[in-house]
C-alpha cells in the first residue's frame, strides 16, 4: 500500500538487508545468525528491543539485523503498536546504528557507496521521527518547504552521503536546476523522498526500463490509434491561443464561471478537407516523424519553402483564426498544455483568479536541452565494459547518458551504425525573456546546445568512453555514421551537423520542477472552480507530482474522474487518496 507506514517498514528491511550483505572485519553474517522475527505482543517487542539497547548489543550485526527486522515487522502490524512509540524506537535504533556502523563501514575499501545508501536511509528515518511524519495527516507532504539535500543535513545526513552520486543524481534525473543554473538545485524534501520510496519499492524488475523504440512510436502512436478507433476527432495545426471565460455579469445566481470560447490560429489546412493523417511507417511499425507531411496541406511546398515551424511558440504566422463555443462545438474542456504556457493562452482566468496566479508564479519550469549521436563502433570497441547503461550524476552540460544501441534494429538505415547513444540536461535560460516575436531566439538556443555538445564530446566523452578520442581535446568524429556517401560526407566538427539535437524551449517544452514551497501552489484535476474545466499533466496536483509519465497518467485519469466520476479514485493506481 502506498502509506508511510508500509515505507518506513520496507525501508527496514532494505536497511536489514544492505546490513546483511555488508562484509564487515568480523566476517560476512550468514542466515543462522538472524533470528526467527515472530513479534507476538506490544509488551514482548518493547521488553525485547529495550533490552538490546540497553545491553547496547547494537554492536554486533546480528543483534542490528535483529532489531531491524522487529521495527520492520512492528510497522507493519500498524495500528496495533501506537505510532508515537513506534517513532520512539526507530529513533533509538538509528542512533545507536549511526553512532556504531559509521566510521567501521565508510573506512572500507569498497563499503563507501553502500554506506553513502545506508546513511541517507537513516537520515529518512530519523526525518520521519523528528518531525512526526506518521502522525501528520499530511505525510511526506508535510516536509516540501525544504530542500532534499539541506533536510537530509539537518537530520544527520555526512557531506560525503549529501555530495554522493546517488543524491546528484537524484537532482539530474528531475532537472532540479532552477533557471537551468547547476549552481542552483532544488528539490521539495518529501517530493524526492516519495520519489525514492516508489522508485525502491514499487518497481517491477528493474527501476529503469527502456523502450522498445521512440516514445512518440510506442507512447504516442499507439495512443492516436486506439482513440481515432474509438471515434475521437482530432484537429492538427491548430494553436490555442485564448481560454475565454463567459462574463461575470452573464451569470445567474450561484452558477460557477465556465469556459465559453477557445480561440485558435490555424497554423494549416488539410487537401479536400479530409483528416491529416500523421504517422509514417518505418519498417511495419506505424511511428510519429519529426516533420509535417507537407504533401497533405494545402500550399504544403510554399509553407516547407517559407520554413514554417508549427510546433513554435516564436512562429506566429496562420491562414486563419477560429473560435469554437461552449453548447455548440463542446461541452467540457480538458486543459492538457504545459504549465508555461498557461499564462499565454489562460489570461482571463489569471486576471480573475489569484490561485492560479500563485501556481503559475510558483510551479517554476526549465528548459532543457539533449542530442544523440549514431557511432560506427560498438560500445565495448570505444572502450565501455558495462553492459547496456542509464547514467546520471554525470558532468555538466550533459549529466544523464542512455545507451540506445537497441534501437539500431527499428532504424531503416541501410549501413546500420553500431551504437546509438543519448545525452540530456538542463538549458540555463537567457537573462531577460524573449520576445513573443523574437525570431533570432530559437535559432540562437539550438546553436547553443550544438556548441555544448561538440565540446562535451572533445572534453568529456572520453571518460565514458577512452577510444572515442584521438588525445585530450580531440573526439573521433569520423565515429558519427550518416547516411551519405563518402565524398558528402562532412568532416571534423561539422559531421556533428548529421546527428541530431534540440533545445527545449517552447513553454509547453519545459520540464517542470520541484522546487522547495512550490508544491502547495499546484492545483488539482479535481478542482471544481470552473464548471466545464479541468486540467492535465504532470504539473498538477496529482498525488505524485513529479515531471514524468506517472504523474501525468494519473492527472489524466483524475481529469476524467472530474468529468465523469469514472474511473473511481481508489482505482487510479499511485494515487494517494487523501
Known amino acids: ?57 547494537l554492536s554486533s550485526i546480528a543483534a542490528i539485523s535483529e532489531t531491524l527486522g522487529l521495527l520492520a515487522a512492528v510497522t507493519r502490524a500498524l495500528p496495533l503498536f501506537p505510532e508515537r512509540l513506534v517513532g520512539a524506537l526507530i529513533g533509538s535504533v ?24 545506508i546513511d541517507l536511509m537513516l537520515a529518512f528515518l530519523t526525518g520521519a521521527v523528528r518531525w512526526r511524519l506518521m502522525i501528520d495527516r499530511r505525510g511526506l507532504s508535510a516536509i516540501d518547504e525544504y530542500d532534499w539535500r539541506d533536510w537530509l543535513r539537518q537530520n544527520g545526513a555526512s557531506e560525503r552521503s549529501l555530495d554522493s552520486c546517488f543524491v546528484r543524481g537524484m537532482y539530474d534525473l528531475p532537472m532540479a536546476y532552477e533557471n537551468g543554473d547547476p549552481a542552483r538545485p532544488g528539490l521539495a524534501a518529501g517530493q524526492a523522498i516519495r520519489t525514492l520510496l516508489r522508485m525502491f519499492f514499487t518497481y517491477r524488475g528493474a527501476l529503469f526500463w527502456k523502450m522498445r523504440s521512440g516514445m512518440g512510436d510506442v507512447i504516442f502512436a499507439p495512443y492516436y490509434e486506439v482513440l481515432k478507433r474509438r471515434g475521437v476527432r482530432f484537429e492538427f495545426f491548430h494553436r490555442l491561443e485564448n481560454v475565454r471565460l463567459a462574463p461575470e455579469d452573464s451569470l445567474v445566481h450561484g452558477e460557477k464561471r465556465y469556459v465559453e470560447a477557445l480561440e485558435f490560429d490555424v497554423q494549416a489546412t488539410i487537401k479536400g478537407g479530409g483528416d491529416y493523417q500523421p504517422l509514417i511507417d518505418v519498417k511495419g511499425v506505424p511511428c510519429w516523424p519529426a516533420e509535417p507531411d507537407y504533401a497533405q496541406l494545402v500550399d504544403g511546398t510554399r509553407l516547407r519553402r517559407e520554413g514554417r515551424r ?41 486576471a480573475s483568479n489569484q490561485r492560479w496566479r500563485d501556481m503559475v508564479t510558483h510551479v517554476r519550469t526549465v528548459a532543457t536541452q539533449a542530442f544523440q549521436v549514431w557511432l560506427t563502433e560498438d560500445m565495448a570497441a570505444l572502450g565501455w565494459n558495462e553492459p547496456p547503461v542509464t547514467l546520471s550524476a554525470f558532468v555538466k552540460p550533459f549529466d544523464t547518458w542512455a545507451d540506445m544501441t537497441h534501437l539500431v534494429p527499428e532504424e531503416a538505415w541501410t549501413t546500420p551504425p553500431k551504437a546509438v547513444a543519448y545525452f540530456c540536461n538542463v538549458l540555463a535560460d537567457p537573462p531577460d525573456t524573449p520576445a513573443r516575436d523574437d ?91 470552473y464548471d466545464n474545466l479541468t486540467i492535465a499533466g504532470d504539473w498538477t496536483d496529482n498525488g505524485f507530482n513529479a515531471g514524468c509519465v506517472e504523474g501525468a497518467v494519473i492527472s489524466g485519469r483524475l481529469a476524467a474522474h472530474a468529468i465523469s466520476l469514472w474511473p473511481p479514485l481508489e482505482d487510479i493506481a499511485g494515487y494517494d487518496h487523501p
Open 1 to 57: 500500500p502506498f502509506t508511510l507506514a508500509s515505507y518506513i517498514g520496507r525501508t527496514l528491511s532494505l536497511l536489514r538487508t544492505l546490513l546483511f550483505s555488508t562484509r564487515m572485519r568480523r566476517g560476512p553474517l550468514t542466515p543462522a545468525d538472524l533470528p526467527d522475527l515472530q513479534p507476538a505482543t506490544i509488551a514482548t517487542v518493547v521488553a525485547r528491543m529495550t533490552y538490546l539497547l540497553r545491553i547496547g548489543a
Open 94 to 117: 538509528v542512533t545507536a546504528i549511526r553512532a556504531r556502523l559509521e566510521d567501521l563501514v565508510a573506512t572500507e575499501e569498497g563499503l563507501i557507496y553502500r554506506w553513502e545508501v
Open 310 to 350: 508549427f510546433e513554435s511558440f516564436w512562429d506566429r504566422r496562420r491562414v486563419r483564426s477560429k473560435t469554437l463555443r461552449v453548447g455548440e462545438d463542446f461541452d467540457f474542456v480538458v486543459l492538457g498544455v504545459g504549465i508555461g504556457a498557461i499564462p499565454h493562452v489562460c489570461q482571463e482566468i489569471l
Open 439 to 529: 525570431a533570432t531566439y530559437e535559432a540562437a538556443a539550438r546553436e547553443e546546445v550544438r556548441r555544448n555538445a561538440i565540446d562535451f564530446l572533445n572534453t568529456h566523452a572520453r571518460h565514458l568512453w577512452p577510444y572515442a578520442v584521438t588525445e585530450p581535446g580531440r573526439f573521433r568524429w569520423e565515429l558519427l555514421a550518416h547516411e551519405a556517401n563518402d565524398k558528402a560526407m562532412p568532416q571534423g566538427e561539422a559531421r556533428f551537423d548529421t546527428q541530431y539535437w534540440t533545445a527545449n524551449i517552447n513553454p509547453s517544452d519545459r520540464y517542470v520542477l520541484m522546487l522547495p514551497g512550490s508544491m502547495r501552489y499546484r492545483i488539482s484535476p479535481l478542482d471544481n472552480t
